[in-house]
């Protein structure tokens, strides 16, 4: 039906960027909304960042100013840009997209997960 691919974790210093990409495929008609969530170990799966077809933006509280979000409507991508990385952004970021389908089902799919690990 939907495939996530995330790409552009990895290990980075405290005060540095990262990039992570989702391209999604499938038989969407339609995407209503792109967005980021991490996993710390131990912790609550919570919202990063997330864009709606609308426009509508939302942050997390912690990454407010630092990260940005943006979407490439023409290939199904969006994209999480990671600036000013802390310790405390290490987590596995997962990919999320609630989208429309042929025969007017609409499905909310995850991708399997990319390490960030910010560490000196």
């Known amino acids: 039906q939907v495939q996530l691919v995330e790409s552009g974790g990895g290990l980075v210093q405290p005060g540095g960027s990262l990039r992570l990409s989702c391209a999604a495929s499938g038989s969407i008609v339609s995407i209503y909304a792109m967005g980021w969530y991490r996993q710390a170990p131990g912790k609550q799966r919570e919202l990063v960042a997330g864009?709606?077809?609308?426009?509508?933006?939302n942050y997390g509280d912690s990454v407010k100013g630092r990260f940005t979000i943006s979407r490439d409507n023409g290939k199904n991508l969006v994209n999480l840009q990671m600036n000013s990385l802390k310790p405390e952004d290490t987590a596995v970021y997962y990919c999320?997209?609630?989208?429309?389908?042929?025969?007017?089902?609409?499905?909310?799919?995850w991708g399997q997960g990319t390490q960030v690990t910010v560490s000196s």
């Open positions: 999320n997209v609630n989208v429309g389908l042929r025969g007017a089902v609409r499905g909310d799919y």
């Open positions: 864009l709606s077809s609308g426009g509508i933006i």
